[in-house]
């Protein structure tokens, strides 16, 4: 029999709670939910009014993994969908703004990805993203060397940088902009990779071409447009382990020697908000968005 929940008033049927999703770990679907409903006043705001795309793994990371934007057939008439600019049509996509939507979404077994805009601004983003992703044998290390340096050229433009892990390889950082078309900040993004790049040849890459990258970190500004995602702040990632996409401190990016001092699980993700708080909470804070320069 399907377990039956109410979470703020609605009623959810939560499917297959015994279900090993991480055989390595033995981390189960009921600890997903459970993982999901403890971290989700820290998780929420990074959701909220974004429609989001689901990277779907029902059956473990070593199962079948698939991409999904569309409202899937079945979703409760309480979740909120926003519609969606595209170039090949509009669409319709969930958005979750509450705990009852998080806990329905959770049960589909998904990782998280949002733009970086909001649903009443479609491409319009209020978040800047530089995606640093080591090429092997280069790791979260030599990605935290490459976010230094970055975040001082930002701040140099005036914008403040926060970081968190990918959840699998590597580090994200974000900055709150006051709302700026997505290719404005996609051209910005860019710059900013190659004067990194030029900077730190020995480092960084700004193309993706794969010949390149061995050893290296390519600085993806390509996340800023319009119709790209980003793993969202404390999503569970589909990979071997329950890893999550963790805010990290700078002290943390500064200290990281070896890959394992950035890697987290869920379990680890509690302790670390009754430690730090939300070290994304700026973010989402509308009076601690910054202009996009003008360069």
């Known amino acids: 029999m399907t377990p039956i929940t109410e979470v703020e008033g609605r009623r959810l049927s939560l499917s297959n709670l015994d279900k090993v999703l991480y055989s390595a770990s033995g981390f189960t679907k009921g600890e997903m939910l459970h993982y999901y409903a403890s971290t989700a006043e820290a998780l929420l705001p990074h959701l909220r009014n974004r429609p989001l795309s689901f990277l779907r793994f029902p059956d473990g990371p070593d199962g079948q993994r698939f991409f999904a934007k569309n409202v899937p057939p079945g979703t409760p008439d309480w979740v909120h969908t926003a519609d969606v600019p595209r170039s090949d049509g509009d669409t319709r996509q969930i958005v979750v703004n509450d705990l009852a939507s998080l806990m329905w979404a959770g049960n589909l077994v998904t990782e998280f990805h949002t733009p970086q ?33 970055l975040r001082e050229r930002l701040q140099a433009d005036g914008l403040d940088a926060y970081a968190k892990t990918s959840g699998s390889k590597g580090l994200h950082l974000l900055c709150a902009l006051e709302p700026t078309p997505s290719e404005d900040v996609t051209a910005y993004a860019k710059k ?45 990632r589909a990979r071997q382990e329950p890893t999550v996409s963790t805010p990290v401190t700078w002290d943390e990016v500064e200290e990281c020697g070896e890959p394992a001092q ?17 070290l ?7 009076g601690r968005a910054h202009p996009l320069p003008h360069r």
């Open 192 to 236: 900013l990779a190659q004067e990194a790049e030029a900077e730190l040849p020995e480092l960084v890459v700004h193309r993706m071409t794969r010949s390149l990258r061995p050893g290296k970190v390519f600085v993806d500004f390509s996340q800023n447009a319009a119709a790209k995602t980003t793993a969202t702040p404390y999503t569970l």
């Open 262 to 278: 950035l890697a987290f699980l869920a379990a680890d993700i509690a302790p670390r908000l009754e430690r730090h708080g939300d």
């Open 117 to 149: 805009w909001q649903e009443d601004a479609p491409a319009m983003a209020d978040r800047l993203v530089l995606d640093l992703d080591p090429g092997e044998p280069a790791t979260i290390v030599e990605c935290c060397r490459a976010g230094l340096w």
């Open 280 to 286: 994304l909470d700026p973010l989402t804070d509308p």
